[in-house]
């Protein structure tokens, strides 16, 4: 496959835009992780991928202007970042769902020492008590 192909041009208008938007998104989470936790970063960074993806494609592919995508791209930044952060709001939700029935956590944090599931409900939190080291020695 050749570029001068149409298929070809496609893919390389493609690769070109899906680089551009990539590149900018990395550089946004590397720029704003300094400033924001990380997850709210990732999440600015990815909106602003897929926007810069979809400009630079319109630019290559279509021929649009800068100075006609510019508005659209600081438009379509905040939409796409309250859409993604809606759909982590909801993937939590879901999770927390999945891992003990009525959607919330109980405090259960499996990376805790001496906090294990109860016996009564999956979901529910049973604390038990660490064992102190042994400082007595039998020698």
Not at 95 to 101: I, K, P, T
Not at 122 to 137: A, F, I, L, N
Request: charged letters at 15%; proline letters at 7%; one cysteine or more.
């Amino acid at each position: 496959m050749s570029v001068a192909s149409p298929l070809g041009r496609e893919a390389a208008a493609f690769l070109l835009a899906v680089s551009a938007g990539s590149l900018g998104g990395l550089f946004t989470g590397q720029l704003l992780a300094r400033w924001l936790d990380l997850r709210s970063a990732g999440t600015i960074a990815l909106a602003v991928g897929t926007t810069l993806t979809g400009a630079a494609h319109a630019r290559l592919v279509h021929h649009q202007s800068v100075r006609s995508l510019l508005p659209r791209v600081l438009v379509a930044v905040p939409l796409a970042y309250g859409v993604m952060y809606s759909v982590h709001l909801l993937a939590d939700r879901a999770r927390r769902l999945a891992m003990c029935g009525d959607g919330g956590d109980h405090g259960y944090n499996a990376a805790v020492p001496g906090k294990v599931p109860g016996p009564d409900r999956p979901g529910q939190v049973t604390v038990r008590p660490t064992k102190p080291p042994d400082t007595e020695s039998n020698s």
